[in-house]
């Protein structure tokens, strides 16, 4: 595989660019290896920056010159004043000057580290949120569905940023304590002190074994807080979308409980990581107080005894400080190595999902027809066995239009979801103009269909913005058209905004038939060859069905026509009729040809009369 590029200016990238990365990304990060460490894992999120990495951690090292100097120049003063050196006065302003000139370049270093440090930082984060959202993209329907939309928001955001922290430690916590480790050794050895050397290793084994035995305990308690953090979001959405229903029903006081109850069982679990955390930073600070302690004593014994200089026990103990602080720091991190190390798992869910919608090379479709067919279809969800669809066979011709009716739970929504690629048959194949939808390329062929479902879905943005999603070619002259195709001008003229008017979070301005009127004006824009209407006008009143019933009459024009119907009344000028029962095509024929059989289309007819 050729060197993934790092996504240094998002803005500057044109879109195939950006997937171009995102899929050299996803190859790289999505194939597991049998034996992953935790580092190769954030390697792998990292790959493409490790040069701005590494510089930006070689500028840590060299902004670190002036505190490391500071406790040698303290106690070169100290000796030199004690001793009373003729060059005393030398001395000082000598070491004063390299402190001073050291603390001038510190700056610009510090700064230039954390330019390239941040700049790391946030382009993985929009890589990596980027490479998510494309996973879900390419996963199947199936999976979208399973894991909730709480679950996925968390995912992006919350967990992103944990990984973040833990990028943090491998390029500010880890090189403060390793320069500040090799320092204090090469200066003891430069000065003889063995003594103090000794005692200052003996300290890091020490200070480990006084501290690690709660880390374990807060991986655990780190994965509970995530996992019911993800429920939460998801609860939390849910319950937004359920608001008109739970005041409708009066459930106001339910709702609260019920989340109440959700509430108060997270803030105990996070409660339990927040102390946790604490016994170990606090047992973490203690240790280094005493060990601190420890030190000073050691090092006045040794002055005592004129083993070392009174200036060295200033030095030495301004290293002993620092390499405390930064073992300290070192230790303080394992919370964080616990939150993003689960928070890597969680959004691996996504990015090494197997749940792929299509791999490998599939025949493109530039152009379809419109002939749909069914060849002994069955069709069952993998975690129940019971047949949805049982040996199916229906052939639709282009530019046909059939409805599908039957008993709820019949198959009639699975068939659609088929025609789509939503769903893959368990046994037999669907059939596009002849090919086996199973080796056909489903992006190339979904340019051709529309889906008008029975809940429209919109976005909280304009009319025209929902009319017009996808499409970049649109004038405005073809605009019109299809304003006036799908009866949408008598509302669009009503509406102080016009065309600009804003719908409102999942269209909640407008009324179910003006919402479901613009659902098929988007589909109108596509100029598909198929057109699949899921009880397209079921919810809806008398005279919205009226309007929308000429829209689709406008829609579907020359194009093969799937119409799953509630209502037996709105089909009457469909071309054929499939009655669908027990997961198969149990009737099919014109509607005057069912009405005369007398079967089970007749029985549906008698019950809506």
């Given at each position: 595989?050729?060197?993934?590029?790092?996504?240094?200016?998002?803005?500057?990238?044109?879109?195939?660019?950006?997937?171009?990365?995102?899929?050299?990304?996803?190859?790289?990060?999505?194939?597991?290896?049998?034996?992953?460490?935790?580092?190769?894992?954030?390697?792998?999120?990292?790959?493409?920056?490790?040069?701005?990495?590494?510089?930006?951690?070689?500028?840590?090292?060299?902004?670190?010159?002036?505190?490391?100097?500071?406790?040698?120049?303290?106690?070169?003063i100290?000796?030199a004043?004690?001793?009373?050196?003729?060059?005393?006065?030398?001395?000082?302003?000598?070491?004063?000057?390299?402190?001073?000139?050291?603390?001038?370049?510190?700056?610009?270093?510090?700064?230039?580290?954390?330019?390239?440090?941040?700049?790391?930082?946030?382009?993985?984060?929009?890589?990596?949120?980027?490479?998510?959202?494309?996973?879900?993209?390419?996963?199947?329907?199936?999976?979208?569905?399973?894991?909730?939309?709480?679950?996925?928001?968390?995912?992006?955001?919350?967990?992103?940023?944990?990984?973040?922290?833990l990028?943090?430690?491998?390029?500010?916590?880890?090189?403060?304590?390793?320069?500040?480790?090799?320092?204090?050794?090469a200066?003891?050895?430069?000065?003889?002190?063995?003594?103090?050397?000794?005692?200052?290793?003996?300290?890091?084994?020490l200070?480990?074994?006084?501290?690690?035995?709660?880390k374990?305990?807060?991986?655990?308690?780190?994965?509970?807080?995530?996992?019911?953090?993800?429920?939460?979001?998801?609860?939390?959405?849910?319950?937004?979308?359920?608001?008109?229903?739970?005041?409708?029903?009066?459930?106001?006081?339910?709702?609260?409980?019920?989340?109440?109850?959700?509430?108060?069982?997270?803030?105990?679990?996070?409660?339990?990581?927040?102390?946790?955390?604490?016994?170990?930073?606090?047992?973490?600070?203690?240790?280094?107080?005493?060990?601190?302690?420890?030190?000073?004593?050691?090092?006045?014994?040794?002055?005592?005894?004129?083993?070392?200089?009174?200036?060295?026990?200033?030095?030495?103990?301004?290293?002993?400080?620092?390499?405390?602080t930064?073992?300290?720091?070192?230790?303080?991190?394992?919370?964080?190595?616990?939150?993003?190390?689960?928070?890597?798992?969680?959004?691996?869910?996504?990015l090494?999902?197997?749940?792929?919608?299509?791999?490998?090379?599939?025949?493109?479709?530039?152009?379809?027809k419109?002939?749909?067919?069914?060849?002994?279809?069955?069709?069952?969800?993998?975690?129940?066995?019971?047949?949805?669809?049982?040996?199916?066979?229906?052939?639709?011709?282009?530019?046909?239009?059939?409805?599908?009716?039957?008993?709820?739970?019949?198959?009639?929504?699975?068939?659609?979801?088929?025609?789509?690629?939503?769903?893959?048959?368990?046994?037999?194949?669907?059939?596009?103009?002849?090919?086996?939808?199973?080796?056909?390329?489903?992006?190339?062929?979904?340019?051709?269909?529309?889906?008008?479902?029975?809940t429209?879905v919109?976005?909280?943005?304009?009319?025209?913005e929902?009319?017009?999603?996808?499409?970049?070619?649109?004038?405005?002259?073809?605009?019109?058209?299809?304003?006036?195709?799908?009866?949408?001008?008598?509302?669009?003229?009503?509406?102080?905004?016009?065309?600009?008017?804003?719908?409102?979070?999942?269209?909640?301005?407008?009324?179910?038939?003006?919402?479901?009127?613009?659902?098929?004006?988007?589909?109108?824009?596509?100029?598909?060859?198929?057109?699949?209407?899921?009880?397209?006008?079921?919810?809806?009143?008398?005279?919205?069905?009226?309007?929308?019933?000429?829209?689709?009459?406008?829609?579907s024009?020359?194009?093969t026509?799937?119409?799953?119907?509630?209502?037996?009344?709105?089909?009457?000028?469909?071309?054929?009729?499939?009655?669908?029962?027990?997961?198969?095509?149990?009737?099919?024929?014109?509607?005057?040809?069912?009405?005369?059989a007398?079967?089970?289309?007749?029985?549906?007819?008698?019950?809506?009369?």
């Amino acid at each position: 595989m050729k060197r993934m590029k790092p996504i240094n200016n998002i803005e500057t990238l044109d879109e195939a660019t950006l997937i171009e990365l995102e899929n050299e990304f996803l190859k790289a990060y999505t194939t597991p290896t049998k034996k992953e460490s935790l580092i190769r894992r954030l390697a792998l999120i990292y790959k493409g920056h490790y040069g701005k990495t590494l510089l930006s951690v070689l500028l840590c090292i060299l902004q670190l010159s002036a505190s490391m100097y500071l406790p040698i120049a303290v106690a070169n003063i100290i000796d030199a004043l004690a001793a009373g050196a003729e060059n005393r006065m030398q001395i000082v302003t000598t070491n004063l000057v390299i402190v001073a000139v050291l603390l001038l370049v510190n700056y610009p270093m510090q700064m230039l580290y954390r330019k390239y440090n941040f700049d790391t930082r946030r382009s993985v984060q929009a890589q990596l949120r980027i490479a998510l959202v494309t996973k879900l993209q390419a996963l199947t329907i199936s999976f979208n569905k399973r894991m909730s939309s709480g679950r996925i928001q968390t995912k992006i955001f919350n967990n992103v940023d944990t990984i973040q922290g833990l990028y943090g430690f491998f390029t500010i916590s880890l090189p403060h304590f390793v320069v500040n480790l090799v320092v204090v050794i090469a200066v003891m050895l430069m000065r003889g002190r063995w003594q103090l050397l000794l005692f200052f290793l003996a300290c890091t084994p020490l200070f480990l074994l006084l501290t690690l035995p709660l880390k374990e305990r807060i991986k655990r308690n780190t994965r509970e807080y995530r996992v019911q953090n993800e429920e939460i979001s998801s609860n939390v959405l849910d319950m937004i979308e359920l608001i008109p229903v739970t005041r409708a029903h009066a459930l106001e006081d339910y709702e609260m409980h019920k989340m109440a109850r959700k509430f108060t069982s997270f803030s105990k679990t996070g409660y339990t990581l927040d102390m946790t955390t604490s016994k170990f930073e606090v047992r973490n600070w203690l240790t280094s107080q005493v060990f601190q302690l420890g030190g000073i004593a050691f090092m006045a014994f040794l002055a005592a005894n004129g083993m070392i200089s009174v200036g060295e026990i200033a030095l030495f103990y301004g290293y002993f400080e620092r390499f405390l602080t930064n073992v300290s720091n070192v230790v303080n991190v394992i919370p964080v190595i616990a939150q993003a190390s689960d928070a890597i798992t969680s959004v691996t869910e996504i990015l090494r999902s197997p749940e792929i919608e299509q791999e490998g090379h599939r025949e493109r479709l530039p152009e379809v027809k419109g002939n749909i067919e069914f060849r002994n279809v069955s069709f069952h969800y993998d975690d129940d066995e019971r047949p949805i669809l049982n040996g199916l066979n229906l052939t639709i011709k282009a530019g046909e239009t059939v409805a599908l009716v039957g008993e709820s739970g019949g198959g009639k929504s699975t068939l659609v979801n088929m025609m789509t690629g939503f769903y893959r048959p368990t046994d037999g194949e669907v059939l596009i103009d002849g090919k086996d939808m199973a080796a056909v390329e489903l992006k190339s062929y979904r340019r051709h269909i529309a889906m008008v479902p029975q809940t429209s879905v919109l976005f909280a943005g304009s009319i025209r913005e929902n009319i017009t999603y996808g499409s970049r070619t649109m004038n405005e002259a073809q605009l019109q058209e299809i304003i006036d195709a799908a009866c949408l001008r008598e509302v669009i003229n009503d509406l102080p905004q016009g065309l600009d008017s804003l719908v409102g979070e999942h269209g909640g301005k407008l009324s179910g038939g003006q919402r479901q009127r613009i659902s098929i004006a988007r589909a109108m824009i596509r100029d598909p060859e198929i057109i699949l209407l899921d009880e397209a006008t079921s919810a809806l009143d008398t005279v919205s069905e009226k309007h929308i019933q000429q829209a689709i009459e406008n829609l579907s024009k020359g194009k093969t026509t799937i119409i799953v119907a509630h209502r037996l009344s709105t089909i009457k000028n469909a071309d054929k009729v499939a009655v669908i029962k027990d997961g198969k095509c149990v009737e099919l024929g014109t509607y005057e040809e069912l009405l005369a059989a007398k079967g089970e289309f007749y029985r549906f007819y008698q019950m809506q009369v």
